[in-house]
């Protein structure tokens, strides 16, 4: 197809890689309209929950804030914090480990991510559980 595409929310794909502690929902991709250099979806957080560690693989990637606060650990062992609320966009580098969490007991947070691939790339990384638990 060579036209424009919509994808609609009810056709949001969840089969796309996950991380513990975070639902990734597909909306523009190889898989729903064959993208060939964008990957943008939809990415949901409980209430206090928080990611496994991860990284994107050579991909860059950007995420807009749309509802509630994100504070996001990073570095090789999540030694650095940031933190970013409704209206804020976060730049994420190729390769650099992170974590997210709801920084929220009450609300969920509701994310749009952007990578520069046509898949959803997420390379898992297993740190000790102490680690993942510090602030």
Known sequence: MSGLRIVRGSELQPHTSQTPGMTRYAGIAASTVGSKHIWLGYVTMGPGARSGAHHHGDCESAIYIIRGRVRLRFGDRLEETIEAGPGDFIYVPPKVVHQEMNASDSEEVDTIVARDSQENIVVNID???????EE
């Open 127 to 133: 740190l000790p559980e102490t680690v993942l638990q």
